[in-house]
C-alpha cells in the first residue's frame, strides 16, 4: 500500500511542477513514446522475468497493493500460543497466520507430531525459509534488474523522432516547429526514467523489502517450535520470543502484551513484571 502511496505523490509533485511551469500537460503526452517505453519494457519483462516462480511474482505484485496489518507482535503473540498448545496440551494449536510464517508454524507442528527431533526439525524449517526468501530475492532482484530498460527504450523513441525533426528540418519546418518536434522528442526520454525510477525500481525494492519482513516474521516461528519441541516452560518461551519484537510491543502470556504504562512502571529495570513474578 506505501507503494501506491508513494506514487501518488509522485504523481501529484509531477503535476504540480507541470502547471507551475505553465504548460499544458498535452504537450507531454506523446502516443508513439508511450507506445516504444511500455511495450519495449512489457517485452524484455517476457523474455527476463523468471517465470518458473510465477507464484512469487504474482504475489509480490499483489503485496505492492495490497495493506499488511500484521506485524511482529502479532507474529510472537500466535506463536507462543502453539507453543503453549504443545506444552500444556501436547498438541498443536490452530495457525492462522499466512505466509512464510504461517507455512512454518503448520509444517513445524507437523514435524514436532510425526517424532521428529529437535535438530531435524530445525535443519528441515531453515532450510525452507532460505528456499523462500532466496525465491523471492531473485523475483525481486529481476524486477530491480528490469529498470535499467525503459531508459533505453525511451532513447529509442527519442532516436525516432529526432530522425522526424530531421526530416522536417530538410523539407524547410520552421523554427517553431522544429522545437515543438524536439519537445515532444525528449518526451520519450522522460516516459523512461518515469517508468524505471517510479515503477519498475520501487517495485523491485518493495518485493525485496517484504520478503526480509517474511523472514523475520518466519525466524519467530521456526524459534517457537524449536521451544515447543523441547516443551520448555512457558516463561522461557515468552522471554525467547520477546527478543525479536520492540520492547513497547513484547508479549506477556498472563496480559497478552504488554502496555507502555506497565513497562514504564518497572522503571529502569529490563527484566519486565514478568520476571519478577517469577522470582
Known amino acids: 500500500m506505501l507503494y501506491v502511496t508513494g506514487i501518488a505523490i509522485s504523481v501529484l509533485s509531477i503535476v504540480f511542477s507541470i502547471f507551475h511551469l505553465k504548460q499544458s500537460p498535452a504537450v507531454y503526452l506523446d502516443f508513439i513514446a508511450l507506445a516504444v517505453v511500455i511495450g519495449g519494457t512489457v517485452a ?27 506485524n511482529l507482535k502479532e507474529v510472537a503473540l500466535e506463536s507462543f500460543a502453539m507453543v503453549s498448545s504443545f506444552v500444556e496440551n501436547g498438541r498443536r494449536s490452530d495457525v492462522r497466520l499466512d505466509g512464510v510464517a504461517g507455512s512454518i508454524l503448520g509444517d513445524g507442528a507437523e514435524l514436532i507430531e510425526l517424532g521428529f527431533k529437535t535438530d531435524r526439525t530445525q535443519a528441515i524449517l531453515e532450510e525452507r525459509i532460505h528456499q523462500a526468501t532466496t525465491d523471492a530475492q531473485y523475483v525481486a532482484n529481476a524486477f530491480r534488474s528490469l529498470a535499467k530498460y525503459p531508459p533505453a527504450f525511451g532513447l529509442v523513441g527519442t532516436v525516432l523522432s529526432l530522425v522526424s525533426v530531421m526530416r522536417a528540418v ?43 519482513e517474511e523472514k523475520k516474521e518466519a525466524e519467530i516461528a521456526l524459534q517457537a517450535i524449536l521451544l515447543a519441541s523441547e516443551r520448555v516452560s512457558l516463561l522461557e518461551a515468552q522471554e525467547m520470543l520477546n527478543s525479536f519484537v520492540p520492547r513497547h510491543e513484547r508479549i506477556s502470556m498472563i496480559a497478552g502484551f504488554s502496555s507502555p504504562s506497565d513497562e514504564s512502571s518497572s522503571g529502569k529495570n529490563d527484566s519486565g513484571p514478568d520476571r519478577e513474578a517469577a522470582a
Do not use: D
Open 44 to 70: 524484455v519483462a517476457i523474455m527476463t522475468l523468471p517465470w518458473e516462480h510465477k507464484r512469487q511474482i504474482i504475489n509480490g505484485l499483489k503485496s505492492l497493493f495490497a495493506k499488511r496489518e500484521r
Open 170 to 212: 530538410s523539407t524547410g519546418a520552421t523554427a517553431q516547429e522544429t522545437g515543438m518536434r524536439m519537445a515532444v522528442a525528449l518526451v520519450a526520454t522522460f516516459y523512461g526514467l518515469l517508468v524505471a525510477n517510479l515503477f519498475v525500481s520501487p517495485a523491485g525494492e518493495a518485493i525485496l523489502k517484504n520478503a526480509l
